[in-house]
């Protein structure tokens, strides 16, 4: 993305992230892991449908560490705002 934008331009980014509370987190474990699947499988008729969205969103870097993969890109101004309890997160940064 950096390679592409040209100087100045803006970066916004819409990912999902990992809770950071408890109870929030709970309830999207449950979601992720259990209904999200099942509906996944009435839909597609494939039973591993959306089973690897939960385990993706938990292995992908989010937050300040995100934040620091952004800037070590060579972007600047970098802010994070945490969406719906940490389940998304806005990242907007610029390029010089």
Request: hydrophobic letters at 40%; glycine letters at 6%.
């Amino acid at each position: 993305m950096h390679r592409v934008l040209k100087s100045g331009g803006s970066l916004v980014i819409l990912e999902f992230s990992y809770p950071t509370s408890p109870l929030i987190r709970w309830l999207y474990d449950l979601y992720f892991s259990r209904i999200l699947p099942l509906v996944g499988k009435c839909i597609s008729r494939d039973k591993d449908a959306y089973t690897y969205l939960n385990r993706s969103v938990k292995d992908f870097c989010y937050g300040e560490a995100f934040a620091q993969q952004l800037c070590e890109a060579g972007f600047t101004d970098i802010h994070c705002e945490p969406l719906t309890w940490g389940i998304t997160t806005i990242y907007r940064a610029t390029k010089l």
